[in-house]
């Protein structure tokens, strides 16, 4: 199957508008990924170490006790990021293995830079209270000035770092 362009940016930005209304009036909250992840892996540690679950108040007030970590409605969202994805990269023909990368980057040096760097986003996520989906898209249309100056701190570090890493990829 070949690759099919994907919708119009002002038809899936009109449609993201909509989906991130209906989860502020659905769940009380907006969009993000990191709060899910989150819960996620304090689950994990739940089943392997219940009692540091119990004694650290972060993860306690996530899933200590009896309270389910995954009881949360960021755990749907984020299922349904994944299988949205899915479908639509099965729509538009998109779904395929491969490694990204350019002519001058291993495939092994492309994978520790693209697991490195998702474990340092991970990290600035929750340190910054939130994803860029959390902060650019459900701070931002509650006007929050803090994910305002997140998404331009975002922006021009993107630019100014994209000059140091283009000859990777030309």
């Not at 949360?72 to 729509?91: K, Q, R, Y």
């Amino acid at each position: 199957m070949t690759a099919k362009p994907y919708i119009n940016p002002y038809l899936g930005g009109t449609i993201l508008g909509v989906v991130l209304f209906l989860a502020f009036f659905l769940t009380g909250g907006g969009l993000g990924a990191s709060g899910a992840v989150n819960r996620v892996q304090v689950a994990a540690l739940d089943l392997v170490a219940p009692r540091h679950v119990d004694r650290v108040a972060y993860f306690a007030a996530l899933g200590g006790g009896d309270r389910n970590a995954l009881d949360d409605p960021s755990i749907w969202m984020l299922a349904g990021t994944l299988l949205g994805g899915l479908a639509s990269g099965l729509a538009f023909g998109r779904v395929r293995p491969e490694i990204r990368r350019g002519p001058h980057v291993s495939n092994a040096m492309r994978l520790v830079a693209a697991f490195a760097g998702g474990a340092i986003m991970g990290y600035g996520a929750r340190l910054a209270r939130g994803c860029t989906s959390g902060q650019a898209l459900s701070g931002g249309a509650v006007l929050s000035v803090g994910s305002w100056a997140f998404m331009l701190a975002v922006f021009a570090g993107g630019y100014l770092l994209a000059h140091a890493v283009r000859r990777l990829w030309n």
